[in-house]
């Protein structure tokens, strides 16, 4: 059997059922997507813009993308016709954007919202008191073509895993707070998208439903290419 699709198989194995495995292949040619697809695999995670456009170009279109990285507010019109799922929305102005564009092509996109969970500093993700403040805005509640789904987060890279298990806990409190206050009675408010190769299992017995998992699928990547 192809590598990719062992690799695949082997990790489908650890995985409860209804958790969603998003293969991440980002600088991954797309023959190795190609193998992965053939092995049964559907959903895949990239993280920019331009090289998933390519490869949605490229490949099968019954492909499910998922925008998984950082997304700039300029760049949200070239995936709005096709993305499935973005994963790190982390302010009202890009989910304006977003709600602009999916308008544009008829469509409602599905979006997480991002936590900053980790210790490490970045720039990256919501806090609760930030995301409360979103979803009580008015400029929130006039979107029509945008439906959040869900939130996403990463752990510290670290090798301590009862921090990371903390993290990840804490991240399903988020959600489970936001559901009660804010997702009543939406039924698709269910993923949880926590995870990658090195710390999925924990992801997973904390309440994850969508693990993004690149490098134990496809290999180390090489970023001088
Ligand atoms: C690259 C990336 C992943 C996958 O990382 P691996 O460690 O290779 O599994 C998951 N999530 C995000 C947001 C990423 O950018």
């Known amino acids: 059997m192809n590598q990719i699709v062992e690799n695949i198989e ?23 997507i190609q193998a992965a697809y053939e092995g049964g695999q559907r959903i895949f995670g990239e993280n920019k813009v331009q090289e ?5 170009g490229l490949l099968p279109k019954d492909i499910e993308w998922h925008q998984i990285g950082h997304l ?12 499935s799922l973005i994963h790190a929305v982390d302010s009202l102005k890009l989910l304006q954007t977003i ?6 092509c008829n469509r409602v996109l599905h979006c ?40 996403m987060g990463m752990a510290t890279y670290t090798e301590d895993t009862g921090q990371i298990r903390k993290e990840f806990r804490h991240l399903h409190r988020i959600y489970e707070n936001l ?4 997702f ?11 995870g990658m190769s090195g710390d999925y299992r924990i992801a997973v017995e904390e309440g994850s439903t969508m693990v993004r998992i690149g490098s134990s ?4 990547r090489n970023y001088k290419v």
């Open 10 to 32: 082997r990790i489908k194995k650890t995985l409860p059922a209804g958790v969603k495995l998003i293969a991440v292949s980002k600088t991954k040619p797309v023959e190795d």
């Open 52 to 56: 998933l456009e390519q490869k949605y």
């Open 72 to 83: 700039q507010t300029n760049k949200v019109k070239y995936i709005a016709p096709f993305v």
């Open 99 to 104: 709600d602009k564009e999916a308008g544009k």
């Open 112 to 151: 997480l919202l991002q936590f900053h969970i980790a210790e490490e500093e970045t720039k990256f993700g919501l806090d609760e008191g930030e995301a409360g403040e979103l979803l009580e805005s008015e400029d929130y509640r006039e979107l029509k073509n945008i439906r959040i789904t869900g939130v």
């Open 179 to 182: 559901k009660s206050k804010y």
């Open 184 to 194: 009543t009675g939406q039924e698709d408010f269910k993923e949880l998208s926590m």
């Open 217 to 220: 699928i496809f290999g180390s």
